[in-house]
């Protein structure tokens, strides 16, 4: 049982695939978890569960980080939970793993919402607004060997996340994928889509990938 504020993204397909990927991680009681855009804090409960030592949970969403507490408490699960912009609050702070499951979703512009549902989602015009700063961010707070699990689409550039983290010096792999039909959000872009060259005509399915990168 999971409390989820309006306007908190739900654990759903993506959030499910990341699961998957973190399980496969071999997390001990001195390790040290991140989890950046954490929503309801389905993962950081995930990484307490699974044995991490220290679990830290990040959101700029104040509806998000209160779901996450309150989720934490309920498990009892000692989660800090943090408000702020992506790893602005852990500066100077190392982990073993880094845990994200951003908004990667193209939309109309590259103006970023403030509140609203759409905020969960949202990433402007080619989806990247939030993963080419964590390929840029994630790597500072990544100890030595430390791990990087990145869910995006494919229809948000997963060669550029790969380039981008390459050239960080970081070792990539798939680490998960999974193809899933278009929810109401893509279904309601299609034509925006296709004109952009993203999908192909008629396309209603997209790749969600989890992106495994080793410091």
């Known amino acids: 049982m ?9 654990p759903q397909a993506d959030t499910e695939l990341l699961a998957r990927a973190l399980a496969s991680e071999d997390l001990g009681p001195t390790s040290q978890v ?7 804090g389905r993962l950081s409960l995930q990484a307490a569960a699974l044995g991490a030592g220290h679990v830290t949970a990040v959101d700029l ?21 943090l408000y702020g912009d992506l790893t602005a609050p852990v500066k100077g702070e190392q982990f073993d793993l880094v845990i994200s499951n951003p908004p990667y979703v193209p939309a109309q512009d590259d103006t970023l919402p403030n509140r609203g549902p759409q905020r969960a989602w949202d990433a402007g ?6 993963l080419d700063r964590i390929c840029a961010e994630a790597p500072a707070v990544l100890a030595s060997g430390g791990v990087l699990l990145l869910t995006q689409s494919s229809l948000s550039g997963i060669e550029q996340t790969r380039s981008r983290l390459e050239d960080q010096g970081l070792s990539i792999d798939i680490a998960a994928r999974f193809e899933i039909h278009f929810g109401p959000v893509l279904s309601s872009r299609r034509t925006m889509l ?6 192909t005509t008629g396309q209603t399915t997209e790749e969600l990938v989890v992106i495994r990168a080793v410091k």
């Open 125 to 130: 015009r080619n989806g990247r607004a939030l």
């Open 194 to 199: 296709e004109t952009r060259g993203l999908i």
């Open 61 to 81: 969403s104040r509806r998000a980080v209160f779901s996450t507490w309150i989720n934490a408490t309920m498990h009892r699960d000692p989660i800090r939970v």
């Open 2 to 10: 999971l409390l989820r504020l309006p306007g908190v993204y739900p």
């Open 34 to 40: 991140l989890d950046l855009c954490t929503g309801t």
